[in-house]
């Protein structure tokens, strides 16, 4: 079974609007984080915005949310206000177990990807 | 710049030839590891090292070896590189929760 699920193989928005990209997980560890990767045409793979299974709140960074429902096992990542740069590949991905300092921080598994296209 | 370098970042290369992709990090991570990108999947790990040391297989390890140097260098070696192997490589980095992409090595494998 995938650990993580993207649903959407790719998107379009209008420039300026919100968009939500989907993200499922499946684990039985308590301890988990969730991560959302963007990879523009370039290739590099730029971190976006880190959520704790222990975190209280949803976290945010800038015009980047991530809407966690973890009865659920959902992570979804809300982008506010698209811009035309923000058209890219974005990746979900989870890190099992709990973070052992200076030791081993677990692998990442990565969703299959959404293409998002945004719009002039 | 800080961060994860990668060498080289195009290689093609004939079946059977052999090759040594070079990975370090300049930032005193503890973990690193080796995935491969192919179209429509997302990274899947070939191989980690969570510590100097110490290295271990991920999903896809079959037909690639690694070797952890030292805490900066963690480098990945295709002994009789397939057509199955071409792919985009990724090597990462991390400490608590974050993680350091390279910029990827594309290699193709004819």
């Known amino acids: 079974a995938q650990k993580i699920t993207q649903t959407q193989p790719g998107m379009f928005v209008q420039e300026k609007e919100a968009v939500t990209l989907d993200c499922t997980y499946d684990?039985?560890?308590?301890?988990?984080?969730l991560f959302w990767y963007k990879q523009p045409s370039s290739g590099e793979m730029i971190f976006l915005i880190y959520?704790?299974?222990?975190?209280?709140q949803n976290a945010t960074e800038g015009r980047y949310s991530l809407n966690f429902q973890k009865a659920r096992k959902s992570a979804n990542l809300v982008i506010s206000a698209s811009q035309l740069g923000d058209s890219a590949m974005y990746f979900c991905?989870?890190?099992?177990?709990?973070?052992?300092?200076?030791?081993?921080?677990?692998?990442?598994?990565f969703g299959k990807g959404t293409k998002l296209s945004v719009k002039p | 710049n800080a961060g994860v370098t990668q060498t080289p970042k195009f290689q093609v290369l004939k079946t059977g030839q052999s090759m040594t992709l070079q990975c370090a990090q300049d930032m005193n991570h503890n973990s690193m590891y080796w995935y491969r990108q192919d179209p429509g999947m997302g990274l899947r790990l070939i191989y980690y090292?969570?510590?100097?040391?110490?290295?271990d297989k991920g999903e896809v390890p079959n037909g690639y070896n690694v070797s952890r140097l030292n805490k900066r260098e963690f480098s990945l070696r295709l002994e009789s590189a397939a057509p199955s192997q071409t792919s985009v490589y990724f090597c990462?980095?991390?400490?608590?929760?974050?993680?350091?992409f390279g910029s990827g090595t594309r290699l193709t494998v004819v």
């Open positions: 684990t039985s560890d308590p301890s988990y984080g």
């Open positions: 959520q704790g299974s222990y975190d209280q």
């Open positions: 990462a980095s991390s400490e608590r929760v974050g993680y350091t």
């Open positions: 991905a989870m890190r099992e177990g709990w973070v052992d300092y200076g030791g081993s921080q677990g692998n990442l598994i």
């Open positions: 090292s969570a510590s100097e040391g110490t290295t």
